[in-house]
C-alpha cells in the first residue's frame, strides 16, 4: 500500500498546521522501514498503535498501512481494565506508542502455536520476537513452504485464526454498552469514503481543522480527506479550541467536525462567530436535540447534520449547509458511495414518510468485526462471529454477492447479504444517482448490507430523518415511545443541562419512562420539570420516574453508555 506514501512525499510543507511536514515525514518513512522489516512470515502481523501525540500516531498509521500490517487503533485514554480487555481479543504482535509505561503492567505471554512469546511490550519496535518459524499446539515445526516454494496458508491448531495476506485497519468502536470492539476497514472502504465525501460537496481540496481524536473514525477521515485530496490539516485539542486557541487560522475553507456536545460547549463559550465562518461544520456522532439546531441556525453557522457511523467509515449521508440554514433538520441526502433504504422488520422496502429500519449498502461498508478466532471469544460472540474466513471471501473495493453470514453488533447494527424484497405497493428510496451501488429495487443479486438499528424515514425529497434506535424504544402500557423524542421536550425547557431516557421494567406497564438527567441548578425540583412538559408531551410519553445525576457517562464521541445510565437508575429507585 505505498500509494499512502507517495501521498505524504507529495505534499508541500503548509499541509500540516501545527507541525512540521519534514519531520512528520521523517518519522514516517522510518517507521515504514522498521515495519516492512518487522515479520518475515507469511502471517500478517497485528500492530496496536498506543501513541498520545495524534501526529506522530498518524505518521505511524500510515507507515503500517503502507508496510501491509494490520494495525489497530488504540486509545491513549482506555483504562487499565480497558487495556486488559484489548490484549486478550488482539493479542499482538507489537505495541507501538508512547503508552508503553501503562501497557507494560498488562504482561502478557502470547504463544498461541506461532512461536512468539512476548512479556511486558514496549513501545521499541526491536525489543519483540520476530516470528520466523510456526509452531504447532504439540510444539512440532509446521512447514512455511510448498514443495514448489509457495508460502503455505494454514490454520494454526490452538487459535483457529486463518492466516492471510491481506492487512486490515481496525477501528476501535464501544457503541452504547462501552464493551470494545474492533470493526475491520481496508483502504479501499476508507478511500470510498473519502471519496462519495468531496463528490458530495463538489469540494477538492478538503480542508480540515480536526478536533476529535484521530484514534476514532471521525478524526481519521479528516486525515484522509485532507491527506488523499491536497487539502491542509489543522489538529488541536478541543479543551483548547473551547479556551480560543486556533482563532488565528482562517476557516473560510475549511471543514470542522463536532458532536453536539462540543457544538453546545462552544455556543456558551462565545465562539458562534467563529464557527459561523467555517466552510462547513459538520454535525454528528450522537443525536442533536431541536433546541442546539435552532440556536446554531440563529447564529448563521453553517451545519450539515450527518448519519453514519464506524461500520460506514463515517457519514453515508448528510445535510449540506444551505438546506439547513433554511430550515431542514433532517440528516441529509444519501452521499455517493451509499445507497440508504428503509425497511420493515421482515425486510420489505417502505414508502415515504413511513418509518422503518435504515438499511445501508456503501462501497465503504466495513467487512466485519475482529474476532480473535480463540474459544473464548467465540463464546462471548455465538452469534457475532464474522472472522477472517469469511473476510477472504470479499473482494475489497467493490460491493459483491456471497455474504450468507449476520453479524450483530454492540451497537445493534447487522452485516448480513439477503434476497431484496419488495412490497407489492409503491415502495420509495433515495439512493444517490452518482452511487455505484446496484439499485436494489431493480437486481435480483444479493449484496452485502447493514441493517442498523436506526429507524427513520425519508421524505418526499429524499431527505433521511432519524427518530431513535429501535434497541431503545420503550413500549409502556402498549404505546411506542421514542426517547428522542422525550429527551428533546426536556431539554426544550431549559431546565437541564443533559438528559438521557430509557424504558425500565414495571410490573403493570411492562415498561417505565425514566429520565436520568443534569438539572441546570440545584433548585430544578421533579415537580417543576413535570409541570414545564404537560403541555409538550402526551401523558404516556411523560417519564414516570427522575433520576437526577451529576453528568451523564458520555464518551468522547458524546454517545451515552446506557448501560451505566440504566445501573443508575435502578440504584436509584426502589423496585417498582
Known amino acids: 500500500m505505498n500509494s499512502i506514501l507517495i501521498d505524504i512525499k507529495q505534499r508541500n510543507n503548509d499541509w500540516l498546521i501545527g507541525f512540521d511536514n519534514n519531520q512528520f515525514q521523517e518519522i514516517n518513512q522510518k517507521l515504514f522501514d522498521q515495519f516492512s522489516n518487522l515479520f518475515p512470515c507469511q502471517t500478517v502481523p497485528k500492530i496496536i498503535l498506543a501513541e498520545s501525540n495524534p501526529w506522530r500516531f498518524l505518521a505511524a498509521l500510515s507507515a503500517a498501512i503502507a508496510a501491509d500490517c494490520s494495525v489497530f ?58 516470528c520466523s518459524q510456526r509452531f504447532s499446539a504439540d510444539g512440532t515445526k509446521v512447514p512455511t513452504t510448498n514443495p514448489d516454494g509457495t508460502k503455505v496458508l494454514t490454520t494454526n491448531a490452538d487459535s483457529t485464526k486463518v492466516l492471510t495476506t491481506n492487512p486490515k485497519i481496525m477501528i476501535p468502536t464501544g457503541g452504547s454498552s462501552g464493551k470494545i470492539r474492533f470493526v475491520m476497514h481496508s483502504w479501499d472502504t476508507l478511500i470510498a469514503s473519502v471519496r462519495g465525501f468531496h463528490l458530495y460537496f463538489d469540494q477538492k481540496p478538503v480542508n480540515s481543522f480536526c478536533v476529535l481524536p484521530v484514534y476514532h473514525v471521525s478524526g481519521l477521515m479528516q486525515f484522509l480527506r485532507s491527506l488523499t485530496t491536497g487539502g491542509r490539516l489543522v489538529i488541536l485539542p478541543f479543551k483548547e479550541v473551547v479556551a480560543g486557541k486556533g482563532r488565528d487560522i482562517d476557516p473560510r475553507d475549511f471543514f470542522i467536525s463536532l458532536v453536539p456536545t462540543q457544538l453546545q460547549r462552544l455556543l456558551r463559550a462565545n465562539a458562534a462567530n467563529w464557527l459561523s465562518q467555517f466552510h462547513t461544520v459538520l454535525l454528528g456522532g450522537a443525536p442533536a436535540y431541536e433546541s442546539l439546531l435552532t440556536q446554531a441556525r440563529q447564529q448563521g453557522i453553517r451545519l450539515a447534520p450527518t448519519y453514519g457511523m464506524t461500520e460506514t467509515a463515517s457519514q453515508v449521508v448528510t445535510l449540506k449547509p444551505d438546506a439547513f440554514l433554511a430550515g431542514n433538520n433532517s440528516c441529509g441526502q444519501v452521499l455517493p458511495h451509499a445507497h440508504v433504504t428503509i425497511r420493515s422488520t421482515t425486510g420489505e422496502f417502505l414508502g415515504m414518510n413511513q418509518i422503518g429500519i435504515v438499511t445501508i449498502a456503501a462501497e465503504s461498508l466495513a467487512l466485519g468485526y475482529y474476532s480473535s478466532g480463540d474459544k473464548e471469544d467465540k463464546e462471548d460472540k455465538e452469534d457475532e462471529e464474522l472472522t477472517q474466513n469469511h473476510v477472504l471471501e470479499r473482494s475489497e473495493g467493490a460491493i459483491r454477492a456471497g455474504f450468507e453470514e449476520m453479524l450483530s453488533s454492540t451497537t445493534g447494527a447487522n452485516f448480513k447479504t439477503s434476497p431484496l424484497q419488495t412490497n407489492n405497493s409503491a415502495s420509495l428510496h433515495f439512493p444517490n444517482h452518482q452511487s455505484p451501488i446496484p439499485n436494489s429495487h431493480a437486481t435480483p443479486n444479493k449484496i452485502p448490507m447493514l441493517q442498523s438499528d436506526d429507524l427513520g424515514f425519508f421524505d418526499e425529497q429524499g431527505y433521511l430523518t432519524i427518530v431513535g434506535r429501535q434497541s431503545h424504544k420503550i413500549i409502556s402500557g402498549g404505546e411506542n415511545i421514542f426517547p428522542a423524542e422525550v429527551e428533546a421536550a426536556i431539554l426544550a425547557t431549559q431546565l437541564v443541562r443533559d438528559v438521557c431516557v430509557i424504558g425500565i421494567p414495571h410490573n403493570y406497564w411492562g415498561q417505565a419512562v425514566t429520565a436520568v438527567y443534569v438539572p441546570r441548578t440545584l433548585d430544578v425540583s421533579v415537580d417543576i420539570l413535570k409541570a414545564a412538559l404537560i403541555n409538550q408531551l402526551s401523558r404516556f410519553k411523560q417519564p414516570k420516574y427522575w433520576v437526577p445525576v451529576e453528568q451523564l457517562p458520555r464518551n468522547e464521541q458524546g454517545k451515552v453508555n446506557y448501560e451505566s445510565v440504566r445501573t443508575t437508575a435502578l440504584e436509584f429507585l426502589p423496585r417498582v
Open 73 to 130: 487503533l488504540g486509545n491513549p485514554n482506555w483504562t487499565q481494565q480497558e487495556w486488559q480487555q484489548v490484549l486478550a481479543l488482539v493479542q499482538p504482535d507489537l505495541i507501538w506508542g508512547d503508552l508503553s509505561r501503562v501497557i507494560r503492567q498488562e504482561s502478557f505471554v502470547h504463544n498461541k502455536g506461532q512461536g512468539i512469546i512476548k512479556k511486558e511490550p514496549t513501545m521499541g519496535v526491536t525489543e519483540l520476537g520476530v
